[in-house]
């Protein structure tokens, strides 16, 4: 056997060249740069350190629960509460610490541990009853969002201590200000990616996606799994809470509506399968710049939010008729 054959099949092997064209995040990447060269064109104001800091923050939210939806959806799941709970989280947090129950670190930590604990009971209904991911999750949406609006009393939360918004602070890079909050999105990518990749928890959770029965067969815990990757999806949505406290400065029962949508759109986008068992975090934060690239061009260019949102949508069909036809050709 050569270095250029494989073991099995004595077939060559593919090369470095055709390995990169036919990575999942190699559509989503061309997209990004080609989406990047047409808006510097457009508009003088796209291509400037400011304006990429600015997408950056305005995708850091939805980024971070982008990376919980990213696991569950590698698991073949999907969550439909993520918006609803990462407002809820928010909620509490704001009101805790602004009316003075608890210090704002335990306000943080508490409602850190009420998201993880949402994600926990969307696990547990899934893999104990079991109940469809779909049902589960939408039901816990409307639970998450009447506790929001119960608990808030329908009001805005303002003057919140220090630690709250801590991670809207800004420092400089060069001439451009770069927010704390960017920062740890940037950071939970780069975290689970590593962990996704590199690590034994990380290839289970890709077994899990491809099939339960041969995940289980080779020794694969795989609702205990699937319940640990709800719950620690949902321990990201209380950080992606914290995340929007640090952005708006308020706590708004209103936040959230829509970023369940925005996080599959990305995931989606980024190249990873619905279908389970394909896909990555790296894919995911490109394409969550993806649609933060597009609507900052977009709005840049004075085109109105509704088309905004019709190209985001053609973007979804798109990525999902990719990877239905990359899934036709790998049978």
Same mark, same amino acid.
């Given at each position: *056997?050569?270095?250029?054959?494989? /073991? #099995?099949?004595?077939?060559?092997? /593919?090369?470095?060249?055709? %390995?990169?064209? =036919?990575?999942?995040?190699?559509?989503?990447?061309? $997209?990004?740069?080609?989406?990047?060269?047409?808006?510097?064109?457009?508009?003088? @104001?796209?291509?400037?350190? !400011?304006?990429?800091?600015?997408?950056?923050? @305005?995708? *850091?939210?939805?980024?971070?629960?982008?990376?919980?939806?990213?696991?569950?959806?590698?698991?073949?799941?999907?969550?439909?509460?993520?918006?609803?709970? *990462?407002?809820?989280?928010?909620?509490?947090?704001?009101?805790?610490?602004?009316?003075?129950? +608890? /210090?704002?670190?335990?306000?943080?930590?508490?409602?850190?541990?009420?998201?993880?604990?949402?994600?926990?009971?969307?696990?547990?209904?899934?893999?104990?009853?079991?109940?469809?991911?779909?049902?589960?999750?939408?039901? *816990?949406?409307?639970?998450?969002?009447?506790? =929001?609006?119960? #608990?808030?009393?329908?009001?805005?939360?303002?003057? +919140?201590?220090?630690?709250?918004?801590?991670?809207?602070?800004?420092?400089?890079?060069?001439?451009?200000?770069?927010? &704390?909050?960017?920062?740890?999105?940037? $950071?939970?990518?780069?975290?689970?990616? &590593?962990?996704?990749?590199?690590?034994?928890? !990380?290839?289970?959770? #890709?077994?899990?996606?491809?099939?339960?029965?041969?995940? %289980?067969?080779?020794?694969?815990?795989?609702?205990?799994?699937?319940?640990?990757? &709800?719950?620690?999806?949902?321990?990201?949505?209380?950080?992606?809470?914290?995340?929007?406290?640090?952005?708006?400065?308020?706590?708004?029962? @209103?936040?959230?509506?829509?970023?369940?949508?925005?996080?599959?759109?990305?995931?989606?986008?980024? !190249?990873?399968?619905?279908?389970?068992?394909?896909?990555?975090?790296?894919?995911?934060?490109?394409?969550?710049?993806?649609?933060?690239?597009?609507?900052?061009? +977009?709005?840049?260019?004075?085109?109105?939010?509704? &088309? @905004?949102?019709?190209?985001?949508?053609?973007?979804?069909?798109?990525?999902?008729?990719?990877?239905?036809?990359? %899934?036709?050709?790998?049978?």
């Amino acid at each position: *056997m050569t270095a250029t054959t494989t /073991p #099995y099949a004595g077939l060559p092997a /593919p090369s470095t060249a055709r %390995r990169l064209l =036919t990575a999942p995040t190699t559509g989503p990447l061309a $997209a990004l740069l080609i989406a990047c060269v047409f808006f510097s064109f457009s508009t003088d @104001q796209f291509l400037t350190g !400011g304006n990429f800091s600015l997408i950056v923050q @305005q995708v *850091m939210v939805v980024g971070t629960l982008a990376i919980g939806q990213t696991l569950i959806i590698l698991t073949a799941g999907i969550d439909l509460s993520c918006g609803a709970v *990462m407002a809820f989280g928010s909620i509490m947090m704001a009101r805790m610490a602004a009316e003075g129950s +608890l /210090p704002p670190l335990l306000a943080i930590g508490l409602g850190l541990a009420v998201c993880a604990g949402f994600g926990l009971l969307n696990g547990v209904l899934a893999e104990k009853v079991p109940l469809p991911p779909f049902i589960v999750t939408l039901g *816990m949406l409307n639970v998450a969002f009447a506790l =929001t609006h119960i #608990y808030s009393k329908e009001q805005t939360v303002t003057e +919140l201590p220090g630690p709250l918004t801590a991670l809207g602070g800004t420092f400089p890079l060069g001439h451009t200000d770069i927010t &704390y909050g960017s920062l740890v999105t940037i $950071a939970l990518f780069l975290l689970f990616a &590593y962990a996704l990749s590199s690590t034994g928890w !990380g290839r289970h959770v #890709y077994a899990l996606g491809n099939s339960v029965e041969a995940a %289980r067969l080779n020794g694969v815990r795989t609702s205990r799994l699937a319940i640990g990757v &709800y719950t620690v999806a949902g321990l990201l949505y209380g950080v992606a809470a914290l995340l929007l406290i640090s952005r708006t400065g308020v706590g708004d029962p @209103q936040a959230g509506q829509t970023d369940n949508l925005d996080s599959i759109t990305a995931v989606v986008i980024g !190249g990873t399968s619905l279908f389970g068992g394909r896909g990555s975090v790296l894919g995911t934060f490109i394409g969550v710049l993806i649609v933060g690239v597009f609507r900052n061009g +977009l709005q840049l260019m004075g085109v109105a939010s509704i &088309y @905004q949102t019709l190209i985001t949508g053609v973007l979804v069909i798109l990525a999902v008729t990719v990877d239905q036809i990359s %899934r036709k050709k790998a049978r």
